[in-house]
């Protein structure tokens, strides 16, 4: 069976080892360099005690960068080129006939083809977000915007995860549709569908999100690459204020709600009278966030999900070719 | 079930290679095969007959299972049809379409086949294909239509099955092929007791290989058994334009013809016939063939099932 699922699928697997094979060259190639850049920022900034600002600092090419957030798709294509023709393309061809007719059963068929396949998928998101995580090290270090799904979605686990995911969902669209277009149409908008609306609406509660009240004349930042979900000012009511755009603030708080006195405040250099330092601390900034070491469990949570989706779509695909008729 | 009686041109009729009871099969509302009773002893050449839609395929596809039966039973070898490579690796079916991966070269697929049979005769298929001239390293999506009928029947018959089942194989090929082929199928069922069952619409091809056979029609059965047999217990009678209850009456009447100055009747004989004004004569497997696929009559399985009870 392994034989014949190579020799079947070997130019899919080469054009995909070529593909990786490419990427793989750019990036550690353009990725000494960002390290590079990074170290001789991090000798100049130490120098002049002034590495806390370096979140301006841009590192890579742009081009690059191009590359590196377009990796976001890569796990739809195992899904779309690799996935969806496994079952809908023979049966288009009818070669399944051929197959099922061999001395095989066609569990064995079915289990050794999704066999390879996923570990192909598993490869493919493995190596394209390894080589992102590493690329993309020294940025993380700087910008603290490891939640951005943007970043979060092309680093660490969940590439591998989403790659099993999307090579699943074209197996079993190829399985219950049995055409090659309309599976990997299904597929595409199945794949972009199930990431976004997980994206949305599951992965901001993955964890209860942290909610944090501080005077709105301090100030408060979570250590690290934390996600920010929320922020806003409660009044002395406990009501949080609208924050339209067209408006004077001071330290947050709109100018309606305070006395005329602050208004000075913000426009010179002034101690703030009394009265206005009385009105502030009757409010309340707040910020809703997810602590930046809950990283890896969201990693994790993401993970599990995308795979027991797989799994589904693999058992799907088993009682569409094994329960009904070949 | 198996007739006692000497059989003509066979020995004694071995154990059934396929024994269907009641087998039906719906695709929804629409009904492919009702009701199919037939039984095939081991080492015949069945010709598998009907009209476009009868449900041949169905019930090819039943006997290797690829699909399940609605309703019946269904005994090929000895077992149901079942997802097991013992069963599997003793049942070669071809389907229609010549399914063959059209980017993989004959050798290939030899290959193919050598990893996935248990048995696999790779030297015989390489002969085959290399005396006919037929490349093995060309993609089969390169060959001509016949080529590829070609390999794909090298193929099943490299597997070495007990029972082959050919969805009509040798549409594709020229009458030569044709003539070869059905006569290495002749010597392959001879020399290893070989089953098979081979739907066509080439009834002068069928009439030559078979010895067995099942018509079908509007996805009934209408005939199945010994084909000497059966070509022996039909007649064509001819005769002036007159009643004929009489006839109906004593025999089954298959197709009557009446023109303004004789009819002619196919009839399945039960016992001699009496009318002198009839005149009787053999039938050929086509007259058969076009007398039951005119009739539309539903069929009497339990008449049909085994030839040679009800003499």
């Not at chain 2, 000895?78 to 690796?89: E, S």
Request: charged letters at 15%.
């Amino acid at each position: 069976m392994t034989w014949l699922v190579w020799r079947q699928h070997r130019i899919q697997f080469l054009v995909g080892a070529a593909l990786l094979a490419a990427f793989a060259v750019l990036i550690v190639i353009t990725g000494v360099q960002v390290a590079n850049q990074y170290h001789a920022a991090q000798m100049a900034c130490a120098a002049s005690h002034a590495c806390r600002n370096q979140g301006g600092l841009f590192l890579g090419s742009h081009a690059v960068g191009f590359l590196i957030i377009s990796t976001l798709g890569a796990p739809a294509l195992v899904g779309l080129f690799v996935g969806a023709p496994m079952v809908a393309a023979e049966a288009e061809a009818g070669t399944t006939q051929f197959a099922w007719m061999q001395s095989v059963t066609r569990k064995r068929w079915l289990t050794v083809k999704i066999g390879w396949m996923l570990l192909a998928a598993a490869i493919w998101g493995g190596a394209i977000s390894a080589l992102v995580t590493w690329w993309e090290g020294p940025n993380n270090a700087l910008q603290l915007d490891a939640f951005d799904p943007g970043r979060f979605d092309i680093m660490g686990v969940v590439p591998v995860a989403y790659s099993l995911f999307a090579v699943a969902l074209g197996i079993a669209a190829g399985a219950l549709l049995r055409r090659v277009l309309p599976a990997i149409a299904v597929t595409l908008a199945g794949f972009i569908a199930v990431r976004a609306l997980i994206i949305l609406l599951l992965r901001p509660h993955y964890m209860n999100a942290v909610t944090v009240f501080y005077k709105v004349t301090s100030g408060f930042t979570p250590p690290g690459s934390y996600w920010s979900l929320a922020s806003g000012v409660v009044g002395p009511n406990g009501q949080q204020l609208a924050q339209p755009n067209n408006i004077n603030y001071i330290d947050g708080v709109p100018a309606s709600y305070l006395p005329a006195a602050c208004t000075q405040v913000s426009r010179g250099a002034f101690t703030p009278p009394p009265s206005c330092t009385q009105a502030l601390s009757h409010f309340r900034a707040f910020l809703t966030y997810q602590p930046a070491d809950r990283y890896w469990t969201f990693q994790g949570i993401e993970t599990g999900i995308f795979l027991a989706l797989a799994a589904i779509l693999i058992a799907v695909t088993a009682v569409a070719l094994l329960r009904r008729d070949a | 079930m198996i007739p006692m009686h000497e059989v003509p041109g066979n020995a004694l009729p071995g154990p059934a290679a396929i024994e269907t009871t009641g087998l039906t099969k719906r695709y929804g509302k629409v009904t492919a095969l009702s009701g199919c009773t037939v039984s095939v002893p081991e080492g015949r050449i069945c010709a598998l007959i009907g009209p476009n839609g009868a449900g041949k395929t169905t019930l090819l596809r039943l006997l290797a299972g690829l699909s399940r039966p609605t309703a019946g039973q269904v005994t090929v070898n000895g077992t149901t049809p079942r997802q097991d490579p013992a069963f599997l690796a003793d049942i070669g079916f071809l389907a229609q379409e010549i399914p063959l991966y059209r980017r993989l070269s004959a050798e290939d697929h030899i290959r193919v086949g050598a990893h996935l049979n248990p048995r696999w005769d790779a030297e015989s298929v390489r002969e085959r294909l290399t005396g006919l001239k037929i490349p093995l390293d060309r993609a089969v999506g390169k060959l001509s239509g016949g080529q590829r009928a070609q390999v794909a029947l090298a193929l099943i018959l490299a597997k070495q099955p007990r029972l082959l089942l050919l969805d009509e194989p040798v549409a594709a090929l020229d009458p030569l092929a044709r003539r070869n082929f059905l006569g290495l199928l002749a010597d392959a069922v001879a020399a290893d007791g070989l089953t098979v069952v081979l739907s066509s619409h080439l009834v002068a091809d069928l009439e030559r290989v078979c010895d067995h056979l099942i018509m079908l029609a509007s996805s009934r059965v209408q005939l199945c058994g010994d084909l000497e047999e059966l070509l022996a217990e039909h007649r064509i009678l001819i005769g002036p334009r007159k009643d004929t209850t009489a006839i109906e009456r004593s025999h089954r009447v298959v197709q009557i013809n009446r023109t303004p100055r004789q009819t002619t009747l196919l009839v399945r004989l039960n016992g001699p016939v009496a009318d002198p004004a009839f005149e009787a004569s053999d039938v050929s497997l086509e007259e058969l063939v076009l007398g039951y696929m005119g009739q539309d009559a539903p069929s009497e399985p339990a008449q049909l099932t085994t030839v040679g009870e009800e003499q």
